[in-house]
């Protein structure tokens, strides 16, 4: 196997990176990609009470342990497996299992601050940014955080004002700036999927 091309994509919270990186997958071949999510690297509280951990801004980049995310990368390119955290969003722990994962052809790494990190940046052959409008993104997280994670309506919508909102305009937004290829999470975006996917193959070929 020929080295990995790792392909970056990021874009705010609710922005619809998971759709893209599902039709990616779904275009280049399960069989060969990786997906890894930046997300599973939210450092472990379980050290702190949990009304403590309630209120640390999640959406800060040092809420992540991105060190460990590019140490990881650079072994998957070294040809080693290695072993991603599973993290619990409704207690903020890490749990005690971890998901075996192997080098492949492609290795996307999803996340809404990964272009907002030099050395995580560095790591990256192709970065891509999800741009969708801030009204749909609120929605979308509404709807996931309510549904998937235990939340109530009124805990994300001050956490949208107070940390979302802030960190986005921050460090995501001015991210952008970075990206390869920028595609719309707002609609049908079918033909920008294809055209991202032949470049991920053109550079597949070249490497």
């Known amino acids: 196997m020929n080295r990995p091309l790792i392909v970056g994509v990021a874009g705010g919270s609710g922005s619809g990176k998971t759709t893209v990186v599902n039709g990616l997958v779904q275009l280049l ?21 949990p009304t403590e951990r309630q209120h640390i801004n999640y959406d800060h980049p040092d809420a992540l342990d991105t060190h460990a995310l590019v140490e ?14 599973v993290y619990d969003y409704q207690t903020h722990t890490r ?4 998901v075996p994962t192997e080098p492949c052809d492609v290795i996307i790494v999803d996340g809404i601050l990964i272009l907002a990190d030099e050395a995580l940046r560095k790591t990256l052959d192709l970065k891509v940014f999800v741009d969708t409008a801030p009204d749909l993104r609120i ?17 994300v919508i001050q956490q949208y004002t107070q940390s979302v ?18 595609i719309s999470g ?3 975006n079918a033909a920008a999927l294809a055209l991202l996917a032949r470049d991920i193959e053109t550079r597949l070929r070249q490497s």
């Open 165 to 182: 909102r802030p960190m986005h305009l921050a460090f995501v937004e001015p991210s952008k700036c970075f990206a390869d290829h920028i």
């Open 72 to 85: 990881d990368l650079l072994q998957l390119l070294q040809g080693s497996v290695v072993h991603v955290p």
């Open 29 to 49: 071949g399960a069989y060969r990609v990786s997906v890894i999510q930046h997300d599973s690297y939210y450092r472990d509280r379980s050290e702190l009470p």
């Open 95 to 98: 749990t005690q299992e971890t």
């Open 139 to 155: 929605i979308r997280r509404l709807e996931r955080d309510v549904a998937r994670r235990g939340r109530t309506v009124e805990s």
């Open 186 to 188: 707002s609609g049908d």
